[in-house]
């Protein structure tokens, strides 16, 4: 089992964001970044926030060539959401990839559209399996810390030395519905989703505040270390402001942890960052910031290459809104899969 708190190695390094199956993209950055897979050379070492998966055309390649760089000691990974999901076998929109699902689809724009997404084989799904199951929560060092969506040292401070990270969110999440259970407030939560299709259906918008659902999805990410590190804490949603996103109407949303001290600069992914056009449905909780900025000693190199299914359908192939980005430490500069001079961050 992997220790779930690692080091990163020392010197400069190039944390890489969400990649979401974009095969495409990750070659062109790669380049960028002066690393070359076939030759096992790079210029320095390369991170990865974690969702290396789902949604895009080619899951099956990003973590194959992933693991490559790994096991070449080019590269290193943290667990994102999306990696925890595969793990857990809790079946989302867009990874049905995974199993081969073809009822795996999108809802926007009022219509259904399934994932064009390579399907892995047997093989590979055991390979796969077993490079993510390796993964740690974090990755740091004095001067820098690398997780997928926040950092929490009390929740850290619960997890073992090393453990499966599968087995520790679901247990955590067993003790916690047990709670819910006792107190009443799952039951109600469950007469509620029932009511509006299991909240599943974008046509079926639920026509009033759902109180227990909002309290039991918070519940169940602030009480659960492993959800906590690998998707953050989630906050009540206003009266009317529920949205629909990833398949699902929410009650909740993402809160904005960056807002409070950390300890040492942190990068994350997560959190889809605009770089261009707004992201429909999606509540953008960095947008009082600029595209480029840090937040205090938080960043998020998340620019949303995972939206570039959502374009392709709408007849896109070039020019995407959506980027893959690698932010160079310690110089706390940019370099985009398609765009061919650095972007300098700001404070």
Request: charged residues 30%; proline residues 5%; contains cysteine.
């Amino acid at each position: 089992m992997p220790q779930l708190i690692q080091r990163l190695p020392e010197g400069p390094l190039d944390v890489v964001g969400d990649v979401h199956g974009e095969l495409d993209a990750l070659l062109a950055l790669l380049r960028r970044l002066g690393v070359d897979p076939d030759a096992r050379t790079a210029e320095r070492p390369v991170v990865f926030v974690g969702d290396l998966i789902d949604r895009g055309p080619d899951s099956v390649g990003v973590v194959e060539l992933v693991a490559h760089l790994v096991e070449a000691g080019l590269a290193h990974a943290v667990v994102g959401n999306h990696e925890l999901n595969l793990l857990a076998g809790d079946r989302k929109e867009g990874n049905g990839w995974f199993e081969g699902r073809t009822d795996d689809h999108a809802q926007f724009d009022g219509e259904r559209r399934v994932f064009p997404s390579r399907v892995a084989t047997s093989s590979e799904r055991e390979r796969i399996r077993a490079f993510l199951s390796e993964l740690p929560l974090a990755l740091e060092r004095d001067d820098l810390r690398v997780v997928h969506a926040s950092w929490d040292p009390d929740a850290a401070a619960k997890l073992p030395l090393e453990g499966d990270v599968a087995r520790l969110a679901d247990e955590w999440h067993r003790a916690i519905d047990a709670e819910l259970e006792a107190s009443g407030l799952r039951a109600r939560a469950s007469e509620e989703r029932r009511e509006f299709a299991g909240l599943r259906d974008q046509h079926c918008e639920p026509t009033r505040h759902l109180a227990a659902v909002a309290a039991v999805d918070c519940a169940r990410q602030r009480a659960n270390p492993v959800k906590l590190i690998t998707s953050g804490a989630e906050v009540e949603v206003a009266q009317g402001k529920h949205f629909f996103v990833g398949g699902k109407w929410r009650f909740v949303t993402r809160d904005a942890w960056w807002r409070r001290p950390v300890d040492r600069p942190t990068v994350v992914g997560h959190y889809w960052r605009r770089r261009a056009a707004a992201i429909a449905g999606k509540l953008d909780l960095w947008g009082e910031y600029e595209p480029h900025a840090w937040a205090g000693d938080v960043f998020c190199v998340d620019y949303s290459v995972g939206r570039r299914f959502l374009e392709r359908f709408r007849g896109r192939r070039r020019d995407f809104d959506g980027g893959l980005a690698a932010l160079r430490f310690p110089e706390r500069a940019l370099v985009f899969d398609d765009r061919a001079a650095p972007v300098p961050t700001t404070r």
